[in-house]
């Protein structure tokens, strides 16, 4: 999938990854020495103090973008990058060249946008009490 490709998507969601992280990343360097890659595996518990630390120096926005990065980066490793985590079709290469991180196709991500709006709709209706 898109292998002539991918080494550009690799070092553009490096880049995005490193933007994100930023000074974050560094501040938390120095209190975590020894630490050979650090958030090398945001899923990792032993890694979860320190990643919590991360999301809160970043903005939740930002951590779900740093997720889907990692998720990405994950993904290019395991050959399933460009594929829509949903509907499992190639995600359009025009698409992966604006959103290299993104995990669905238009159709999809348009599908779950909709859910959850209609979830927080749903949400947002006063709940029904029972005074009788
Ligand atoms: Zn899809």
Redo the contacts with the bound molecule.
């Keep these: 999938m898109y292998a002539k490709k991918l080494p550009s998507y690799l070092s553009r969601l490096k880049e995005i990854r490193k933007n994100l992280l930023g000074d974050v990343e560094k501040n938390l360097k120095s209190s975590q020495e020894g630490t050979t890659e650090p958030v090398a595996d945001i899923s990792d518990g032993a890694a979860r103090a320190y990643t919590s630390e991360i999301m809160l120096n970043l903005g939740e926005q930002d951590w779900q973008k740093l997720k889907q990065v990692d998720q990405a980066l994950a993904k290019i490793s395991t050959g399933e990058y460009g594929i829509?985590?949903?509907?499992?079709?190639p995600?359009p290469e025009a698409r992966l060249e604006v959103i290299p991180f993104t995990e669905?196709?238009v159709?999809?991500?348009s599908k779950i946008e909709q859910d959850k709006a209609s979830a927080v709709h749903r949400s947002e209706e006063p709940q029904t009490e029972d005074f009788e």
């Excluded at 829509?84 to 079709?89: F, I, N, Q, R």
């Design positions: 829509c985590a949903l509907c499992e079709e995600i669905y196709c159709e999809c991500l």
